[in-house]
Each structure stands twice: as C-alpha cells, then as structure tokens.
C-alpha cells in the first residue's frame, strides 16, 4: 500500500520555467490537499479538492494552478517560477468520513529550488 | 500572521523522561487541534489529536492537554524513547479539516 506518492522527490528550475508536480493517492480519498513548508513557518495550504472535477484555494494560492481529473491523482502547477517559490511541498489526501485526526495521510515531499 | 506558533525550535531529552513540547495560537475559534510528527525525507504523520471540548487526551506514551483560557496545548511523550526523535508540529482548525494551521514544529532529540 503505497499511501500518497509524490513526484519528483527533487527540482532545480530556473526562474521563470514551467513545472507540474504530481500527487497520487491509492487510498481512494476524496480529499486532496498541496502545502508548502518553508523554513520558520509552519505548513501552509495552496490549494485543495474536496472530489474528482473540483479545487478550490488555500491561504497562499498565488501563483499555482491545481487540476483534479481524476480521483487518485492531484497536479500543482507553476506556470512562471520565482525564487519565492523555493520550497518544500507536500501533498495530502483525506477520507472525510474519519473525524479522528480529519485522517490526513502526507506524501513524503517534493523539494524545489528556484534560482 | 503565524496563528500557531511553537516557540522552541528544539528540545533536547534524556531517554526514559519526560519531553514536553508547547504550542500556542490565537484564533479563539479554533475548535480541533493535532501533533503531528516528522523524520527526516518523510511526511508528517497524526500522532494525537484533540477536540476543544476536552481538556485531555491520552493514547499511550503520548498525552495532549489543551488550556483554551490560555490558548495553549501541549504534548507529554513519558517515557521519551530514542525512536521519538523527530519534528513535532502541532496544528489547528477552525470548522472543519480543510484548513489546517500548522506551527513552525520543535525538533525533538531523545538522548540514549
């Protein structure tokens, strides 16, 4: 059982490129979460979906686009890179019928510089 | 503005005693609060959870407290073990799981 994976673990782009980092989940969660985690702060939510078809914003949406077309998988993208958008991300998925700990499982992170 | 804060970055324990890790906020509508627990190249994984109308919760080795006039919790780990040595970060919601508020984490090392 794989749980959440997330690809790739590890990015170099320059500023202004392209990338889409994948999350996909195997638990058939409905629930699809991005945070990013940057040092001296705490996770923070880009963006989330709540079912197959849907997304919706975060506390630090800017500058990421998400797309949900299929159940199991979640795309964050970044059109035009910054370096403030150096950091570490991670991915969640959730069964929303588990109130204990609002059953998050975490992938194990993507680290991205850009320089 | 953070709204969870951990004011320790680190926190350092002989194994066999006790570690306690703190963890305040400042929305007052915050009525569900987590640990969650990190190695290194790892996610986070739940640890203990607690709903604001208790003022505690166990699950073994590990107890919350929750003091809401103080907006405060904690995290009791008796007895540390080297096997907890890991990144704690405590996190908050407000109406529901979709928004969790995390800390910036203490980092716990468990002395053999």
């Known amino acids: 059982n794989a749980g959440v994976t997330q690809t790739p673990k590890f990015r170099v782009l320059k500023t202004g490129q392209s990338m889409t980092l994948l999350c996909a989940q195997d638990m058939n969660h409905e629930y699809m979460y991005w945070y990013r985690q940057d040092p001296g702060m705490g996770l923070r939510l880009i963006h989330y979906s709540v079912g197959e078809g849907t997304t919706a914003k975060g506390e630090v949406p800017d500058g990421y686009n998400v797309s949900r077309l299929k159940k199991q998988n979640f795309l964050l993208g970044l059109e035009s890179a910054a370096p403030s958008q150096t950091s570490v991300y991670f991915c969640a998925s959730r069964d929303p019928s588990r109130q204990a700990n609002y059953g998050y499982t975490f992938g194990s992170g993507t680290r991205l510089t850009v320089v | 503005d953070q709204q969870v804060k951990q004011n320790s970055p680190s926190l350092s324990v002989q194994e066999g005693r006790i570690s306690i890790l703190n963890c305040d906020y400042t929305n007052s509508m915050f009525d569900y609060f987590l640990w969650y627990k990190k190695y290194p190249a790892e996610g986070p994984t739940f640890l203990i959870s607690i709903s604001s109308i208790k003022d505690k919760n166990e699950d073994g080795r590990f107890t919350v407290f929750l003091n809401k006039s103080a907006k405060h919790l904690s995290l009791h780990i008796v007895p540390s073990q080297p096997g907890d040595s890991a990144v704690y970060f405590c996190?908050?919601?407000?109406?529901?799981?979709?928004?969790?508020?995390f800390g910036t984490g203490t980092r716990l090392t468990v002395i053999p």
């Open positions: 996190a908050a919601s407000e109406g529901g799981a979709n928004n969790l508020f």
